[in-house]
Each structure stands twice: as C-alpha cells, then as structure tokens.
C-alpha cells in the first residue's frame, strides 16, 4: 500500500480546503484509491463508490467533486478497472469493481474500524451501466446494501457494456437520481430512460436534463464532458489519451458545482440521515448566476416519483 497525504488549496471559488489521504492498492486493471478526510473523526458510514466514464481512470480527473464528496465527511473508493484507454474488456469491468469493493469494506473495517452500512453509487457515463448493473446484483444476492445510485450522463453509445433488461432487483428502498445533458450525444438518455422505466419498484427516484446556456460574454455546456473538473491534487500518474485530454481541457464551473456536486451532497446527506426522501422537494435545480447575477438557466424535473 502506498499513501498520499495531500493539501487541497483554494483552487476555485468553490472549494475550500482540507487534507485529503489517498491511499492506493491493487494493480493494473485492479488497481483503486481510497480517498478520505485525515483530519476528522467523524467519518460517514455510507461508502461512496465513484465509477468514471471510459477510459478517465485517474480521480485527477473528477477531483472537485470527489474532493466536494471527501469534505462531507464521506470515505471514496475510485476503482480503476481499466489498465489502459482499451484493456480490458468491457466484460470484465464488473466483476472487477465488485472485487474492489469487497476489499474495501474489508480494509476500512480492519483498518479504520468502520463497518460501511450502505452503498453510494456516484457515476459518470460507462460507470452509470457498471453502478446499475451491481446495484441489481447485490439487490439479489443480498451482499450489500445500495443506498442511493448517482447517475450522471449513464451509458456510452458505442460500446457494449452489459445493459440489463431491467433493473427490478434493486431494492425498492434505494434512492436514486438520474442527469442527463442536453446535448450529451456520446450518451445520449437511452440509457437513463431504460434505467428509469424498468425500476417500477424503486419509490424515490428522480430525472433531470441539464442544459447548455450562455449570455453575452459567458457559456456553459451539456456535452458529456461536463462532469469533468480537474484537480491535479489528486492525481495519481496514470495517463491515456482520455486522461490526458480531460485534465487539459477539462473546467470546472456551476455545471459542476450546482448539477453534480449539489444533487450528491443532498443524496449522502439523505441517506446517511435517514431522515428524508428525495422528491422534487428536496432536489435543486437552480444552476447559479452569471457575473451579472441574472440566473443560469435551472435544470428540468423530466421524472420523478
């Protein structure tokens, strides 16, 4: 095991700071970092499971939000999966994530004395199909209790990632919220629609459409490399042509902090509380002002029950 102890500094209006451990283990296409808080005792019990889009196999990548996770008080667990940008195959993506969670709960319990209680799937394009595909898994076999499935932009159009004809074996008490982006064509909302239209038994679940907009001098997009937003304190030195291409032209804006952030901290806080549902109620979908304080165009409920 090797660790890293790292600084997070102010590195946009957004973020405060706190020391931040990452911890690695594994290797290759098994390998995986636990990412968490060192300056707290006051760790959730609700693991957060992050699952990135194809070939984005560094947390550098979605380190903003994985940092905005980290600071409320949650531990991470970023399973690599992929050894490069094409190995393995996409067969193997599950049963792989399914071994690298098992060993974490087993290391935080031994080494942190923390018996996670529950499950959060927080994902990003191929890492919604993988995160929809275990959560149905363990809804049957019992071997852990999903909480709350974040999926953001689910799906890839060009690959075949194992899409289940449904997902009715998730626990209908787990608690779900769906993003798609508005001009997201490499995802597109096939799958979201699929996900939602098969789950009758899941009794909070919500699905928003988030929107390009611009004004005068200012934009902010709803392509599928929004979620998106680097953050080279928690970079971990692997590179491909997607990892690459990410922390270079990568940014992180209120598409980040309003779209996914937000709806994440209100699904961790919901569950780690168990005190409340998600409805539309609870759900933001105010997307921040521009410099001239005129409002972003806010996200739209497109389901919900």
């Not at 997070?8 to 968490?36: E, H, Q």
């Not at 005792?41 to 990548?61: K, M, Q, R, T, W």
């Not at 923390?114 to 994902?123: E, M």
Request: charged share 20%; proline share 4%.
């Amino acid at each position: 095991m090797k660790k890293f102890p790292i600084m997070l500094f102010l590195i946009i209006p957004f973020l405060g700071s706190a020391k931040i451990n990452v911890d690695t283990y594994g290797s290759g296409a098994k390998k995986y970092w636990i990412i968490y808080e060192s300056e707290t005792d006051e760790i959730s019990d609700n693991l957060v499971v992050f699952l990135h889009g194809y070939g984005a196999s560094n947390p550098a990548c979605y380190g903003g939000w994985i940092n905005d996770i980290v600071s409320q008080g949650h531990v991470v667990v970023f399973p690599k999966f992929q050894s490069g940008t094409f190995f393995p195959r996409t067969a193997k993506f599950q049963s792989r994530v399914d071994e690298i969670i098992g060993q974490t709960v087993n290391r935080l319990k031994e080494e942190r004395q923390l018996s996670v209680s529950k499950i959060t799937f927080v994902s990003h394009s191929i890492g919604g199909v993988i995160s929809s595909n275990l959560a149905n898994q363990y809804g049957q076999s019992g071997k852990f209790e999903v909480g709350g499935l974040v999926l953001v932009q689910p799906g890839f159009k060009y690959l075949k990632l194992g899409k289940l004809e449904h997902y009715q074996q998730i626990s209908k008490d787990a608690k779900v919220i769906l993003v798609t982006g508005n001009k997201d064509f490499t995802a597109g909302n096939k799958f979201a629609k699929h996900f939602y239209n098969t789950t009758p038994q899941i009794e909070q679940k919500i699905m928003l459409k988030q929107y390009g907009d611009r004004n005068e001098f200012e934009r902010i997009g709803s392509v599928h490399k929004e979620p998106i937003s680097p953050d080279f304190t928690l970079d971990t030195g692997n590179r491909n042509l997607i990892i690459v291409g990410a922390l270079m032209l990568g940014r992180t804006n209120q598409v980040d902090k309003y779209a996914y952030w937000k709806i994440t901290e209100v699904m961790n806080n919901c569950i780690s509380s168990g005190r409340c549902s998600i409805t539309p109620e609870l759900i933001p979908t105010y997307m921040g002002l521009w410099s001239d304080n005129k409002p972003i165009r806010p996200m739209e409920i497109v389901g919900s029950r």
